[in-house]
């Protein structure tokens, strides 16, 4: 199992980012996917998941509203589209995926909300 995360940036307060995830290994249409981040000096969070098909979203309060996840089968890629950043949305983001009872992570992305 490989993930790999791209799209992360500095962005100003108020901005949007689009942060990718590509997906390999593994029969990426069959497993949900998740994304997480962490802040410096904080624990890991969900943020948002999608079921195998895209049918059902699931987000963390702190997103709600603001950010969308969303995947392309075809191309074996999950997305998280970030809109009217926070700073307080400064964190690195990973892509997960647990396949056969366990979980597997990419290197993250770095996400930085400021002016």
């Known amino acids: 199992v490989q993930l790999v995360e791209s799209g992360g940036g500095l962005v100003q307060p108020g901005g949007s980012l689009r942060v990718s995830c590509a997906a390999s290994?593994?029969?990426?249409?069959?497993?949900?996917m998740s994304w997480y981040r962490q802040a410096p000096g904080k624990e890991r969070e969900l943020v948002a998941r999608?079921?195998?098909?895209?049918?059902?979203?699931n987000y963390a309060d702190s997103v709600k509203g603001r950010f969308t996840i969303s995947r392309d089968n075809a191309k074996n890629t999950v997305y998280l589209q970030m809109n009217s950043l926070k700073p307080e949305d400064t964190a690195v983001y990973y892509c997960?995926?647990?396949?056969?009872?366990?979980?597997?992570w990419g290197q993250g992305t770095q996400v930085t909300v400021s002016s």
């Open positions: 290994g593994f029969t990426f249409s069959r497993y949900d």
């Open positions: 999608i079921t195998s098909t895209g049918g059902t979203t």
């Open positions: 997960n995926v647990r396949v056969y009872s366990r979980n597997y």
